[in-house]
Nanobody, 125 residues
Framework: QVRLVPSGGGSVQAGGSLRLSCTSS????????MAWFRRFPGKELEGVAA????????RYSDAVDGRFTISLEPANQTLYLQMNGLKPEDTALYFC??????????????????WGQGTQVTVSA
């Protein structure tokens, strides 16, 4: 059974950077698009960034566009989210997802077949 194992969360001061990783036993076996979501306390999951199958196309939410970069390293089967210029409002629980069908629906949770556990990102002012 394919699993997604996240890592890289932590605490950082505003303006700093973090890189989240999400390692899979086989993104090629899963197929489809990949994404990062986040959840603020008491709120629904929010799409942050998505990468199309094959890694050609990227999408970002307005809140992170220009600061975050999603990428896939096929050699080590790891999906990354490089987060620069972090702000306190980026503080959230971050989740990776894979197996997306229909890249235009990248913000929809139901689009993804497999999810990793959340990893906490905390940004202090």
């Amino acid at each position: 059974q394919v699993r997604l194992v996240p890592s890289g969360g932590g605490s950082v001061q505003a303006g700093g950077s973090l890189r989240l990783s999400c390692t899979s036993s086989g993104y090629g076996d899963i197929g489809g698009s990949m994404a990062w979501f986040r959840r603020f306390p008491g709120k629904e999951l929010e799409g942050v960034a998505a990468l199309s199958s094959g890694g050609i196309d990227q999408r970002y939410s307005d809140a992170v566009d220009g600061r975050f970069t999603i990428s896939l390293e096929p050699a080590n089967q790891t999906l990354y989210l490089q987060m620069n210029g972090l702000k306190p409002e980026d503080t959230a629980l971050y989740f990776c997802a894979a197996g997306g069908r229909g890249f235009l629906r990248w913000r929809w949770q139901s689009n993804y077949a497999i999810w990793g556990q959340g990893t906490q990102v905390t940004v202090s002012a």
